[in-house]
């Protein structure tokens, strides 16, 4: 027990990055105890290797089990004459909260070294296999060779899935500014600019192809698709909505990375945004209203 428990954040940090979901990562986490519950490991040398193999092949089978459903939704819909579309609708994951002023010792690991909620986003786009060789190998430096008998490739094949991944990664998600101050900077100013309808100050803070994804899906409404905004004025022309959210804006850290919780005067979670900031101005802007997920994320760090 005491073994399986010294390896429990990593394996908490593994299922995260592979599946997005806070809950199935911890329900993967179990599934990966009560595996090594039944198993005699007694001969076993490398047992983080062995644990991080098994909580691979959970995680694996539950992109699979999610993409057929998304498929088959999307043949539903197909054959209902609805729109086709992207049949791997992404998803604004389950973000990692914690105060900007308040750290969380518990949820350290998780944030160390973190995977903004841009590339999370991203990775939700990958195949199954895509992303467990990429986050296996880049994000957990696993050998191709340890990965391929669970994505049931070669090692070579293996290879060129997460270096796919790896190219859609970049291409998509460019990695925010290290220093929390200088995005924090940028978060404040896009929130006073909201504020007093500065478009010129605005403008200034986000970047000309700044992307902005809302996920505010309707209970019942599992599959529908975030809405996107592309371009700064396009982004810019609705800072109207944002306007009225600053007063309720708390600081929070996100991912790691600079970002705010929005509680309402009745004390309710109205939102939470992720900003991702590069070179001083804003990238990508991450926005989770959906009120079943809100409330499925635990707030009382922001209730106060």
């Not at 880049?138 to 997460?162: C, G, H, N, S, Y």
């Not at 109207?240 to 979670?269: C, D, E, K, T």
């Amino acid at each position: 027990m005491d073994s399986f428990e010294a390896h429990r954040p990593h394996l908490r940090a593994v299922a995260y990055r592979m599946l997005g979901s806070i809950a199935e990562a911890e329900d993967a986490v179990q599934d990966t105890w009560l595996r090594y519950d039944r198993t005699d490991t007694s001969e076993v040398e490398n047992l983080g290797g062995w644990l991080t193999t098994v909580i691979g092949r959970i995680c694996l089978n539950q992109l699979r089990s999610r993409a057929q459903r998304r498929e088959e939704s999307f043949e539903s819909r197909v054959a209902a004459g609805g729109g086709g579309g992207d049949i791997e609708p992404s998803r604004i994951p389950d973000p990692l909260l914690r105060r900007a002023d308040a750290p969380d010792p518990e949820q350290e690991v998780l944030l160390a070294d973190s995977v903004g909620l841009a590339l999370m986003v991203v990775m939700e786009s990958l195949s199954p296999a895509e992303r467990v060789s990429f986050v296996l190998h880049d994000m957990f430096a696993v050998p191709f060779e340890e990965i391929a008998p669970l994505v049931e490739k070669t090692a070579a094949a293996t290879r060129q899935l997460a270096s796919r991944a790896r190219r859609k990664v970049q291409g998509r998600a460019p990695a925010p500014d290290r220093d929390l101050a200088r995005q924090r900077v940028a978060v404040d100013a896009f929130f006073a600019a909201t504020r007093t309808g500065d478009l010129d100050a605005l403008l200034a803070v986000l970047d000309p192809d700044v992307v902005l994804r809302a996920d505010g899906a309707a209970a019942g409404r599992e599959q529908r698709r975030p809405v996107v905004l592309n371009g700064a004025r396009t982004v810019a022309g609705q800072a109207v909505m944002f306007r009225g959210l600053s007063p309720y804006a708390r600081p929070a850290l996100i991912n790691g990375a600079a970002g705010v919780v929005v509680i309402g005067a009745n004390g309710r979670p109205m939102s939470i945004m992720a900003f991702t900031v590069v070179g001083g101005v804003i990238v990508a802007i991450d926005v989770l209203t959906d009120p079943d997920r809100l409330a499925a994320l635990d707030l009382t760090a922001f209730a106060d």
